[in-house]
């Protein structure tokens, strides 16, 4: 168990680095959106740089009639037709939800855990129940690159010294309060 805590440790850590990585090559092209992440834009760009060249669409539609017995609740998942890749979010969800999702996903897509044959990776609760070990890595791999995504630590960390508020952060990020706490929270070492 040891190996495998150590292994998925590895993954969060590259998953927060890939997300850097991504993050600094949109600023080459969206200069003026200082703070937060337009994720509509950083689609329109990881299409133009994943090696498929075929455009990423967001697609919101009801998933609550998709039961898995594994997965559980489902948020969202990738699709790979021949004309585009398909990012499927669940309506249903929040909006701060649904960002998380759209953001796991490119960092999916970005880090080329997906294939035409292997296309589909839900998040949801499975995560945390789930005895697939490979699912797993890959999965807080996603999360951890969704999470430096959405609230870049550099960022954060800037804003905190200028004297912004955690609710003030939220509001810049695009995130829930509580997500913004914990973000915050990590970052003081608490
Ligand atoms: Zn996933």
Redesign the pocket.
């Known amino acids: 168990m040891g190996d495998f805590m150590n292994a998925v440790k590895d993954h969060i850590q590259e998953g927060l680095e890939q997300a850097v990585k991504f993050r600094s090559s949109i600023y080459k092209v969206n200069q003026k959106n200082a703070f937060g992440v337009d994720l509509n834009l950083a689609a329109e760009h990881l299409s133009r740089i994943v090696n498929f060249g075929k455009e990423i669409a967001i697609i919101e539609t009801d998933l609550s009639d998709i039961k898995d017995s594994e997965l559980g609740e489902i948020s969202g998942y990738t699709s790979f037709k021949k004309d585009r890749i398909y990012i499927i979010v669940n309506e249903n969800d929040t909006s701060y939800r649904k960002r998380f999702t759209v953001a796991?996903?490119l960092g999916?897509i970005f880090m080329g855990d997906l294939t035409e044959e292997n296309s589909c990776?839900?998040?949801s609760q499975a995560i945390k129940t789930s005895v697939n070990k490979e699912y797993i890595k890959?999965?807080q791999r996603?999360n951890a690159f969704a999470s430096e995504l959405l609230m870049p630590t550099k960022e954060v960390e800037y804003l905190i010294q200028k004297g912004f508020t955690t609710e003030k952060l939220a509001v810049i990020f695009g995130v829930s309060f509580s997500a913004m706490r914990t973000k915050v929270g990590i970052i003081f070492g608490y």
Do not use: L, S
């Open positions: 796991h996903e999916h990776f839900f998040r890959i999965e996603a």
